[in-house]
C-alpha cells in the first residue's frame, strides 16, 4: 500500500500534468481558426520585430557587464555582419544570429590575441 505522501506526490503530478494540457489542447484549438495571413497575425509579427530591434539597439549602444568592455566597433560590425546575413537568406533569423555571434567572437578572439 502507498504511503500517504506518495499518494499526495501522485496527485500533484497529475494536477499539473492536467492543468499542462488543458492549456495545449486549448491553444490546438484556437490555433486551428487563426489566420496565418490575416491582419491581427501581421502585426504580431511586426511587434515581434520592433521588440528585437529595440532590444537588439539597447544591446549594442548601451551593454552591460562583460559586454561593455567590448569596443562598439566589434558589436557594429558583427551586428552588420548577421543583419546581412539575415537579408541574404531570405530573412531567416537563425543564419543572422549565428553569423553575428560567430563574427563577433572572431573579432573579440583576434582583440584578445593582439591582431586588431
Known amino acids: 500500500m502507498p504511503e500517504p505522501h506518495e499518494l499526495a506526490l501522485w496527485g500533484l503530478l497529475a494536477m499539473v500534468s492536467l492543468a499542462t494540457y488543458v492549456w495545449r489542447a486549448t491553444g490546438v484549438v484556437i490555433a486551428a481558426r487563426i489566420k496565418p495571413n490575416g491582419r491581427l497575425s501581421q502585426w504580431f509579427t ?65 582583440r584578445g590575441y593582439g591582431i586588431l
Open 46 to 110: 511586426c511587434v515581434a520585430y520592433g521588440m528585437l530591434a529595440g532590444l537588439i539597439s539597447r544591446i549594442m549602444l548601451m551593454p552591460v557587464g562583460i559586454l561593455a568592455h567590448t569596443p562598439l566597433v566589434d558589436r557594429l560590425v558583427a551586428l552588420g555582419c548577421g543583419f546581412a546575413l539575415f537579408v541574404l537568406c531570405r530573412r531567416a533569423m537563425i543564419p543572422g544570429v549565428v553569423g553575428a555571434v560567430g563574427i563577433f567572437m572572431v573579432l573579440a578572439a583576434l
